[in-house]
């Protein structure tokens, strides 16, 4: 029996061909956090709400997602379910429905 140095999947495809480093998904899934929160706060402090109220709601629960990292990590995110796809490209958080 031999063994494959390489990091192919098998014949079974038990295996993945290449892993992700947990790092960059947990640095993705913060930058992800941090520009929906800024997003929302932009929204909230748009002119139109009233002076003497305390500010809207913003309505935002989806946006693409920051373009620093490949697609690949948004993948594996709604894989392990971290997020979910929401349409025309935008990503979301699970618990936001």
């Known amino acids: 029996m031999t063994t494959d140095p390489t990091n192919k999947p ?11 480093d ?5 640095n993705a899934m913060k930058a992800f956090k941090k520009t929906l929160k800024l997003a929302r706060l932009d929204d909230e402090s ?13 309505g935002i629960v989806a946006i693409p997602p920051p373009s620093r ?3 690949e ?5 709604v ?11 935008m990503y979301e958080l699970p618990s936001e429905r």
Do not use: C
């Open 10 to 20: 098998d014949e079974s495809g038990d295996a993945p061909a290449n892993e992700i």
């Open 79 to 89: 894989r392990q379910g971290r997020l979910r796809k929401a349409e025309f490209g």
């Open 22 to 26: 947990p790092a960059k998904l947990r």
């Open 73 to 77: 990590i948004w993948v594996e995110l």
């Open 46 to 58: 748009r002119l139109g709400h009233g002076a003497m109220t305390s500010g809207g709601k913003s």
């Open 69 to 71: 990292y490949p697609e």
